[in-house]
């Protein structure tokens, strides 16, 4: 069917409720948020490069890894006994956001490649690519506070471009950035969630 | 009755009832859900939900399974294969009448 086909409306709304308490985005968040984080202890504690060589891969594997249990263990707690519990089965994927994805990293290899100053491209070319992301996720489930990180990965990552600090602090800085973004609309997303739906009584699921 | 429209006249009543077709819309795109989700998502009363269930269950389109969570209880709902088939069926003759 087409794009106004219900199935499609009810399909949004069963991947927005994927968002719905902002768990996800304060997981999300709190992952970014590694990468000032353990620069920062190899800048400052023993053991120097090996906080963010070898930590660095370990922490993002393992955060992947186990980010969907640990968030539907969240979830079991909060979010499923005031609303509903749904396992989503997996959605084909959209040729848009891939095209969308892809037209952003091949800008972004254009623009490296064209600039003599590779460190100022990373900067640019991490914000568009994950600014591009959130905004797909925004226009897909229909959440506006979606195109809010996109815009402030994109503006975060062009204002570094400019700036072009040394690789490590300016890394830091935009991941700090969204980092502390995802967790500031997660938690917000999260409180207003908490008090629109009221734990239920005890004896109920 | 023109074309594609007399399919309408075959349409699984079973399915084509308000209620019931956003159950089996919000079942199909999911492996299973709680009764408590499908309450929220549909708006409908607990005796409401309930009764609709239960026709889905009689024709052999919903699998109703009454579990625990720790020590609260839990229904779960899922199509089953039969369902899913009489859904697609469903929504074919409805955009074969409606052109689109």
């Not at chain 1, 990180?149 to 700090?176: E, F, N, Q, T």
């Amino acid at each position: 069917m087409t794009g106004n086909d219900p199935l499609v409306a009810a399909q949004r709304a069963a991947e927005r409720y994927w968002n719905v308490d902002g768990i996800a985005e304060i997981y999300v968040g709190c992952l970014f948020l590694l990468v000032p984080v353990l620069t920062f202890c190899s800048e400052h504690l023993p053991f120097g490069p090996l906080w963010f060589g070898v930590g660095f891969p370990v922490a993002l594997m393992g955060g992947i890894v186990v980010g969907r249990p640990v968030i539907v263990a969240i979830r079991r707690r909060l979010t499923y006994p005031r609303t509903g519990y749904v396992a989503l089965r997996r959605r084909p994927t959209d040729p848009a956001g891939i095209a969308l994805t892809l037209i952003a990293v091949a800008a972004v290899v254009l623009l490296i490649a064209t600039k003599g100053d590779w460190s100022a491209g990373v900067y640019a070319a991490t914000g568009l690519i994950s600014g591009v992301i959130n905004i797909h996720l925004a226009r897909s489930m229909g959440l506006s506070r979606f195109y809010f990180l996109g815009i402030v990965s994109i503006a975060a990552g062009a204002a570094l471009a400019l700036a072009d600090p040394r690789v490590p602090l300016g890394m830091s800085l935009l991941w700090g950035v969204v980092g502390v973004s995802c967790v500031m609309t997660g938690g917000i997303t999260l409180r207003r969630y908490l008090r629109t739906n009221p734990a239920p009584p005890p004896e109920q699921a | 009755m023109i074309g594609g429209l007399r399919g309408l006249a075959n349409l699984d009543r079973v399915i084509h009832e308000p209620a019931r077709l956003t159950i089996v819309s919000l079942l199909f795109l999911s492996k299973e859900a709680d009764f408590l989700y499908l309450q929220n998502e549909t708006g409908l009363t607990k005796g409401n939900l309930s009764s609709h269930l239960a026709r889905l269950e009689g024709a052999g389109y919903v699998r109703i399974e009454k579990t625990y969570r720790g020590k609260l209880p839990l229904t779960l709902c899922s199509l089953t294969g039969v369902g899913r088939r009489a859904f697609e069926n469903y929504r074919k003759t409805v955009k074969r009448a409606l052109g689109r």
